[in-house]
């Protein structure tokens, strides 16, 4: 009884729907005629309003790459700015003996 439960592994649900009616040709031929009154310029009146969300949305996420891409940058540059700054001082306190701190402190004098 629950030996046969407990080695078979139910099957996935699935979820099918048929179309009521589609028929791919018009579907392409509506859109060719759409195509073509655009490159004419031509306007049609009674057609419903289609909206170009791939094209807005492609052109929104290049224009936040190329934002994000500049903050990271000048986010890349002020770590080396301060790492380079860091090494500097670390050199300074382990390596510098006190003529060094004299030069330093003529160069900022001037």
């Given amino acids: 009884m629950g030996f046969t439960s407990f ?4 099957k996935h649900k699935q979820f099918h ?3 009521r009616y589609w028929d ?7 859109d060719r005629e ?3 009154k655009a490159e ?9 309003y289609i909206p170009n969300i791939k094209g807005r949305m492609k052109s929104e996420l290049q ?7 500049r903050a990271r940058r000048k986010s ?4 080396v700015i301060i790492f380079v700054l860091l090494v500097i001082f ?15 402190e003529a160069l900022f004098k001037k």
């Fill in 17 to 19: 729907i048929e179309p």
């Fill in 24 to 30: 791919p040709a018009k579907e392409v031929r509506e």
């Fill in 7 to 10: 080695f078979k592994t139910p």
């Fill in 76 to 79: 890349n540059l002020m770590l």
């Fill in 40 to 48: 004419l310029g031509i306007k049609d009146e009674n057609g419903a």
């Fill in 90 to 104: 670390a050199y300074l306190f382990f390596y510098a003996d006190s003529n060094t701190f004299k030069v330093i």
């Fill in 63 to 69: 224009h936040r790459y190329r934002a994000n891409d």
């Fill in 34 to 36: 759409r195509r073509i």
